[in-house]
């Protein structure tokens, strides 16, 4: 299992969150570091567990535990046995979450309005120049899979961003 999650941090709807809306998402069993987005990645950390469980509820991030680490300029996270990491950006903040030595991810530029069908198309055609014909369905939960293999990703988009996550077997 895997699991995305990408933050636009230019985007102009973007807003700096404070204590009061970090309150709203941390658990009592979330452990900390000190950082500018530390709301960001709090909450990017979070949604790929989310994703990465593939469970059909609804997200709340406060009933996930994280705990973030930041080791020699590597931010990395857990929540009990899912491990993952942040990549920093000077224009967006991707949470990447699962079997991270077998898991690849993309990030793409938006190029129209209709980000969730366009984030979709734009995965297919990063597969397609890569010599690889694939498309995207979904499981028996509606979450996404690469077929014909049924291998399990994750998608995120936010802002002028979106991203996949896969198995590194799909190359």
Known sequence: ???????????PSFKERDDRTLDLVKSS????????????????AKEAV????????????????????????EITFQSNKIKGRI??????????????DQTEYHVFEKRDNNWSEGIRFMIIEYFRELEHDYHIGSDDLNL??????????????????????????LL
Not at 144 to 169: C, D, L, M, N, T
């Open 29 to 44: 069993d979330d452990v900390l570091i000190e950082h500018p987005h530390l709301f960001w990645i709090l909450w990017s």
């Open 1 to 11: 299992m895997l699991g995305i999650d990408i933050v636009d941090l230019k985007d």
């Open 144 to 169: 996404p899979i690469i077929e014909p293999s049924k291998q399990e990703i994750s998608i995120s988009h936010h802002g002028r961003y979106g991203a996949v996550a896969f198995p590194k077997s």
């Open 87 to 100: 990549t920093l950006k000077d224009e967006y903040i991707i949470a990447i979450c699962g079997d991270l």
């Open 50 to 73: 989310f994703k990465c469980r593939r469970e059909p509820i609804n997200f709340s991030p406060s009933k996930i535990p994280i705990q973030i680490s930041n080791e020699n300029g």
